[in-house]
């Protein structure tokens, strides 16, 4: 029905069959023949040939608004297209822990807003249950989550390392005899993962301390849970809390002791009150890890902020950077 909707709409824009010829670079004749075929085609004609300049019939007034609103909707789209790709427009919804959103996820965030500030974004503090689910749903595009995803069903770049460390209050007896095991504030950042075995303490001496955990629906427990269990211990539990922030601060309080990210603390560490581990095992340290679905739709706003959010950590490589770019497109 538009096959020739060029050439008609050329010479209704000219009025005359030689200008529109000539605007299209074809001879008059052959244009003549193509707006024939339209109209035998269509079955009724589209041009009152009776007039000069030419005019429409009333079929080819409404074939010609009909054009008028496909090219004002290819306009729209190419518009969309082109917000699309310079990310003048779009979404992106992130699903996070309390600890990445506030220390990690919120200056990353900023920077791409100032980038792309029409791009809407939705970050959500979850644990990491809630946020697999909100993922599998299709309301999240990432979820920044320590838990390792299915590797069929998810594809996971690591975004970063921490450590979990031990947090003591200083005035309990059990640091006497450690002074030599703790951490300094300069070493609560990426130097703890390098520290030798001679520094890690064993949770084992810690038995007998009353600890603040967070509730057993939190990742971060289940794995102090294996740290403890790991020594064969069954801590004392004072208080179980919703938030690694809370149970710092009720640690610095003197309250008791309770395992944490060194990312939580390694700008803000008050060794005045609090004495700091680095706990001796192999699991103290693990990834965290930039997670979506396989097989869903990358969007542009997607992509440039995994590539701002990894190239930041500086952990991938320029291979896995473009296997980022290419996955699931």
Known sequence: MFHYANYIYAVYRERSFSKAADKLFITQPALSIMIRKAEEELGLPIFDRSHNPIGLTPFGVEYVQALKEIHAIEQRLRELIEQTRTLQRGHLSI??????????????LVQFHRQYPNVDLTVRNLNTLDAKHLLDLGELDFVITNRPYDDKKYVQKVCFRECLILVVPSDFEVNKGLEAHCLAPEELGDTVFSLPGRRTVSLSLFAQVPFILLSSQNYLRQYTDFLFRERNISPTILLELEQSATSYNFANLGMGATILSNRLIQNNADTTKLCFYKIDSDHA??????????????????????????????????????????TDR
């Open 285 to 326: 340290d693990r990834d965290t890890f930039l997670s979506f679905r396989r097989g869903v739709y990358f969007s542009d706003a997607m992509r440039r902020f995994a590539e701002l959010f990894l190239e930041a950590h500086s952990v991938v490589d320029d291979e896995s950077m473009e296997n980022l770019s290419s």
């Open 95 to 108: 699903g996070s822990s309390n600890l990445c959103v506030d220390y990690f996820v919120t200056r990353h």
